[in-house]
């Protein structure tokens, strides 16, 4: 009952955020046409403005830019004239989709299991060596780990491209220096909740009753460990999945942060207003999967 709830009040927060988003890029200093190389005149701005509807006042403007959004069009792009907000997001999302995803992958991939070993280990070599790795690759951003990676595994050994994109090996560069980050906070995480748990008396009870090592960790102690990471993977995918504006300028990747952040400078309005809109939903649908996640990871909460 509680999941339909919130499901049914996700259009309106949506619509709430759109208003926000609407109103603060409007009042902010600047317009869409300062930056322009040569300044139009007054009476072709004014005609420019006329044409995209920026002569009327706010309300009038929001109520046609939510007319749009109900027939699932973003409107036109200030900044990029020959394209819609939906050609951008067309263009940039599915790039944001692959690096992100696969960042996603190697965040999970490589912190879990470092976490969880670190756990097992604890106050031993291995623990001590594998919390130096997470802490170095927390310590370390991507816009560090990514020139590093350029110079080391592209121009050096010349084994992957230096930047742009077209093919899979352009992809594997900016997903480490992505992933690579992430995968320090998530082994700390994983760490953490793994380390807790084993100290719970339910533990205690599982191992008293003669239940190998194996089964204790991975069948009681590793569902309710692993709880923290679920949590946490709904607004790191959303975040990675949306671009980093850094690294995808870094790697010269034609993404969506790219536009997000280009679009904010040149105050293209529905541009700014569109891709905040994109980030927010897939914020919140994200944060509602983990919910379901951690329901069903939790036997607490089923049956308390």
Same mark, same amino acid.
């Given at each position: 009952?509680?999941?339909?709830?919130?499901?049914?009040?996700?259009?309106?927060?949506?619509?709430?955020?759109?208003?926000?988003?609407?109103?603060?890029?409007? *009042?902010?200093?600047? %317009?869409?046409? /300062?930056?322009?190389?040569?300044? $139009?005149? +007054?009476?072709?701005?004014? !005609?420019?403005? $006329?044409?995209?509807?920026? /002569?009327?006042?706010?309300?009038? =403007?929001?109520?046609?830019?939510?007319?749009?959004?109900?027939?699932?069009?973003?409107? +036109?792009?200030?900044?990029?004239?020959? !394209?819609?907000?939906? /050609?951008?997001?067309? =263009?940039?999302?599915?790039?944001? &989709?692959?690096?992100?995803?696969?960042?996603?992958? *190697?965040? &999970?991939?490589? %912190?879990?299991?470092?976490?969880?070993?670190?756990?097992?280990?604890?106050?031993?070599?291995?623990?001590? $060596?594998?919390?130096?790795?997470?802490?170095?690759?927390?310590?370390?951003?991507?816009? *560090? *780990?990514?020139?590093?990676?350029?110079? %080391?595994l592209a121009i050096h050994w010349r084994l992957f491209p230096v930047a742009l994109w077209g093919t899979a090996s352009h992809a594997v560069l900016p997903v480490m220096a992505l992933g690579i980050y992430f995968a320090g906070r998530v082994s700390r995480l994983m760490r953490e909740g793994m380390q807790s748990t084993l100290t719970a008396d339910f533990i205690t009870t599982a191992r008293a009753k003669g239940l190998s090592e194996s089964a204790v960790l991975w069948r009681h102690a590793f569902p309710l460990a692993v709880l923290p990471v679920v949590s946490y993977a709904g607004p790191l995918l959303a975040d990675l999945l949306t671009g980093s504006f850094v690294i995808e300028s870094i790697f010269q990747i034609p993404g969506i942060g790219v536009f997000l952040v280009n679009s904010s400078l040149n105050r293209d309005y529905p541009m700014v207003v569109g891709l905040v809109l994109l980030y927010a939903a897939l914020l919140l649908v994200l944060n509602l999967a983990v919910d379901c996640i951690h329901f069903w990871l939790d036997p607490r909460t089923r049956h308390g």
């Open positions: 009952m509680d999941l339909i709830k919130r499901i049914l009040f996700l259009p309106p927060l949506l619509l709430l955020i759109t208003f926000l988003a609407f109103v603060l890029v409007r *009042v902010a200093p600047g %317009g869409p046409f /300062d930056r322009e190389r040569r300044p $139009a005149s +007054p009476e072709i701005e004014r !005609h420019i403005r $006329a044409k995209y509807h920026l /002569d009327e006042s706010i309300g009038r =403007q929001y109520l046609r830019y939510v007319g749009g959004l109900v027939r699932g069009d973003f409107g +036109p792009s200030l900044k990029y004239r020959s !394209h819609t907000v939906n /050609d951008i997001i067309r =263009q940039g999302l599915p790039v944001s &989709l692959i690096v992100g995803g696969a960042a996603f992958g *190697v965040a &999970l991939g490589l %912190g879990i299991p470092l976490g969880f070993f670190t756990a097992v280990r604890r106050h031993r070599w291995e623990d001590m $060596a594998g919390g130096f790795i997470a802490l170095l690759a927390v310590c370390i951003p991507g816009f *560090v *780990v990514g020139p590093l990676l350029v110079m %080391g």
